[in-house]
Nanobody, 113 residues
Framework: QVRLVESGGGLVQPGGSLRLSCAAS????????IGWYRRAPGRSRELLAA???????NYADSVEGRFTISRDNAKNTVYLQMNSLKVEDTAVYYC???????WGQGTQVTVSS
């Protein structure tokens, strides 16, 4: 089973940007649709963006126009470019097969001045 590992989180000021990476232990083509999720304190995990093997993308309304999901097939990596970050974007961010699978450790994103 291909495992996914998130990285790239950190502390950023409101209005700033971060790029998260989701590195696969094998070929990302083995996963039809990969999604980026987040879990904010006291809230349930939510799906933010997804990308399929053909490169088609979908976004949640809360991040549409600010976040961009992309993939580098040669590097077996899916990215989440996050721009115009807000305090309410603070959360642990995860990537996963949208059909289900084990969750990784995630990467913490904190937006604060």
């Amino acid at each position: 089973q291909v495992r996914l590992v998130e990285s790239g989180g950190g502390l950023v000021q409101p209005g700033g940007s971060l790029r998260l990476s989701c590195a696969a232990s094998g070929s990302i083509f083995s996963i039809d649709v990969i999604g980026w999720y987040r879990r904010a304190p006291g809230r349930s995990r939510e799906l933010l963006a997804a990308i399929n093997t053909g490169g088609m993308t979908n976004y949640a309304d809360s991040v549409e126009g600010r976040f961009t999901i992309s993939r580098d097939n040669a590097k077996n990596t899916v990215y989440l470019q996050m721009n115009s970050l807000k305090v309410e974007d603070t959360a642990v961010y995860y990537c996963n097969n949208v059909r289900g699978g084990p969750w990784g450790q995630g990467t913490q994103v904190t937006v604060s001045s």
